[in-house]
């Protein structure tokens, strides 16, 4: 069965620290492209940042260029995000995603297969 979890959202000040992980099962962790979605209230799901286990190669949306890290743990299966320097607008439900098809990384929702439920991130100013 595949799961893919969520973890270590909460409630930070502007300005601070959050490192998300998604902890995965059932595949072949080597074989998926990983990403990281967010949604916030009254608005669309959109792409934060996204990494090809295969290629190596990562991807971030423009408002998390220079501030979130994605990156791949082989040996747990797990992928965290290092997200720095939180602003309010990046309050949203954080979910990670793993897609199958070997193309690389990308950050449109519908490539991706398996989806986690999902964790809160609220930055407060």
């Known amino acids: 069965e595949v799961q893919l979890v969520e973890s270590g959202g909460g409630s930070v000040q502007a300005g601070g620290s959050l490192r998300l992980s998604c902890a995965t099962s059932?595949?072949?962790?080597?074989?998926?492209?990983i990403a990281w979605f967010r949604q916030a209230p009254g608005k669309e799901r959109e792409g934060v940042a996204c990494?090809?286990?295969?290629?190596?190669?990562?991807d971030y949306a423009d408002s998390a260029k220079g501030r979130f890290t994605i990156s791949s743990d082989f040996a747990m299966n797990t992928v965290y995000l290092q997200m720095n320097s939180l602003k309010p607008e990046d309050t949203a439900v954080y979910y990670c995603?793993?897609?199958?098809?070997?193309?690389?990384?990308?950050?449109?929702?519908?490539?991706?297969?398996?989806w986690g439920l999902g964790t809160q991130v609220t930055v407060s100013s």
């Open positions: 995603a793993a897609d199958s098809r070997q193309l690389g990384a990308s950050m449109i929702a519908g490539a991706y297969d398996y």
């Open positions: 059932g595949f072949a962790f080597e074989d998926y492209s």
């Open positions: 990494i090809s286990n295969i290629d190596r190669r990562s």
